[in-house]
Nanobody, 117 residues
Framework: QVQLVESGGGLVQAGGSLRLSCAAS????????MGWYRQAPGKQRELVAR???????NYADFVKGRFTISRDNAKNTMYLQMNNLKPEDTAVYYC???????????WGQGTQVTVSS
């Protein structure tokens, strides 16, 4: 099994920054793709950013230029640096890990990010 534990969420004013971390343990492989998703109240979960095993990244349009995703395979940890936060970024942020050969998804429990105006 895979365990994913997010941390770093909290309350911040608009324009501020937060750095989320996702620590992985268990049956993990460096070939896994990783990503951050978010879900606001009353809305569906949506992709924020993904990073492949070879470091390629892609971002949702609404975070381009503000968020940066990265991974440290030696530490089994993924990060999301969030700058210039907006109230509409308020959501629960989830860490995702996807098996490259089966597309099986693993999820963390989520961390709350609240941006006040």
């Amino acid at each position: 099994q895979v365990q994913l534990v997010e941390s770093g969420g909290g309350l911040v004013q608009a324009g501020g920054s937060l750095r989320l971390s996702c620590a992985a343990s268990g049956s993990i492989f460096n070939t896994d793709a990783m990503g951050w998703y978010r879900q606001a109240p009353g809305k569906q979960r949506e992709l924020v950013a993904r990073v492949t095993s070879d470091g390629r990244t892609n971002y949702a349009d609404f975070v381009k230029g503000r968020f940066t995703i990265s991974r440290d395979n030696a530490k089994n940890t993924m990060y999301l640096q969030m700058n210039n936060l907006k109230p509409e970024d308020t959501a629960v942020y989830y860490c995702n890990r996807r098996r490259s050969w089966s597309n099986v998804d693993y999820w963390g429990q989520g961390t709350q990010v609240t941006v006040s105006s």
